[in-house]
């Protein structure tokens, strides 16, 4: 069996080619995981944007200079073992490469999972690191996975962010700017940020984005990125920015006088992107959300934590993926032409923000 990669050039993330890899026999300690499916969103353009910055590239190393391969969320089940604690058939949620299988060097084997012990991941953040039996996951149902993959990543760096910002009582604002108002980790953020009262929770979207984001429900009022004259110069406000506009955050640093604090999340806007350096107001920080989960499970203990968590899933999945008109539809594809192609769309951008892609390489040849 060999494995097919998608190779992204780390410099021009149009530029993509497959790579395929032929399966060497595991080592000790090792297994191998079929990749059954995974999410494509915005979020994995974040990765790709971020990759240098906050070393996404360095999860699943090509050995190719100057070309990556993005991490993504998803499922998948071990096809191999040499570990004696995870065995064959074990079906798995976690970090995966864009491929069609990984090789993971379990440790600290627990009930509810392990980490992976490459060499090459042993600097990086742990969060990343984790992967968790889905028969032991209190989040975790067989007929929700797209949903899990989609949903479930973003809603947690959503829930970490309005924690945050929350825990800095807002930086003494009371109108919060969600800029790629449409994205799910924008509108996750927004889920949060509106159940807490007496904030104002502005979606900007681009104007074909408009509705959508208003059908919501959870901005107090959605403008578009050429509407911002609607909001006074004097609002005390905190810019929480998904799309990594260079443009917009300038606009937005020059007109707010009062602006208290301007929290960077993603790169959505690809060909916009551009240095936060000489900005006016409040330097542009980056959010690292291992950096708030370390945080909260030392003030909270873990268990506190996980029981939190899982609560707020259940509220937004059940809202965002039920009822008569949810948040989110689920489109498939299969091999490596569609895969290809959810790539281009999601990188570019374009389509119905309603639509969630869910890809499986896992029957490429």
Not at 63 to 88: A, K, L, M, N
Request: proline share 4%; aromatic share 12%; net charge neutral.
């Amino acid at each position: 069996m060999n494995t097919m990669q998608l190779l992204v050039r780390q410099d021009r993330l149009a530029t993509t080619r497959w790579r395929e890899v032929a399966d060497a026999d595991l080592l000790a300690g090792q297994v191998q995981v079929r990749i059954d499916s995974f999410a494509l969103t915005s979020n994995n353009i974040t990765y790709a944007a971020f990759g240098d910055e906050m070393n996404y590239w360095q999860f699943f190393p090509t050995q190719e200079v100057g070309w990556g391969i993005i991490p993504v969320w998803g499922f998948g089940e071990v096809v191999r073992s040499r570990h004696t604690d995870v065995p064959v058939g074990q079906r798995l949620y976690g970090y995966f490469p864009m491929a069609s299988s990984v090789v993971l060097t379990p440790q600290r084997v627990r009930a509810d999972g392990f980490s992976d012990a490459a060499a090459h991941r042993a600097q990086l953040h742990q969060v990343y690191n984790q992967y968790l039996r889905t028969d032991a996951d209190p989040l975790y149902t067989p007929d929700t996975e797209a949903v899990q993959s989609l949903l479930r990543p973003l809603f947690v760096t959503s829930w970490l962010i309005d924690d945050f910002l929350a825990d800095h009582e807002f930086f003494g604002a009371s109108t919060l700017l969600l800029s790629s108002a449409s994205s799910k980790t924008a509108y996750g953020t927004a889920f949060q940020l509106i159940q807490r009262g007496g904030l104002e929770v502005v979606g900007l979207t681009s104007s074909a984005n408009k509705a959508f984001c208003a059908s919501l429900g959870c901005y107090s009022r959605v403008l578009g990125y050429d509407e911002l004259d609607q909001l006074a110069t004097a609002t005390f406000c905190v810019y929480v920015d998904f799309a990594g506009n260079a443009d917009l955050r300038r606009t937005i640093h020059t007109r707010f006088a009062n602006l208290k604090y301007s929290c960077s999340i993603g790169g959505t806007h690809v060909q916009q992107l551009g240095s936060a350096k000489d900005l006016p107001g409040p330097r542009a920080t980056l959010f690292f959300a291992p950096a708030q989960v370390k945080k909260r499970v030392a003030d909270w203990g873990a268990d506190e934590f996980g029981r939190r968590l899982v609560q707020a899933w259940r509220n937004f999945s059940t809202q965002a993926a039920g009822g008569d008109s949810p948040w989110l539809s689920v489109q498939y594809s299969r091999g490596l032409d569609a895969a290809l192609a959810a790539y281009s769309q999601v990188l570019g951008g374009r389509g119905d923000p309603r639509v969630g892609h869910v890809v499986s390489l896992a029957d490429a040849p």
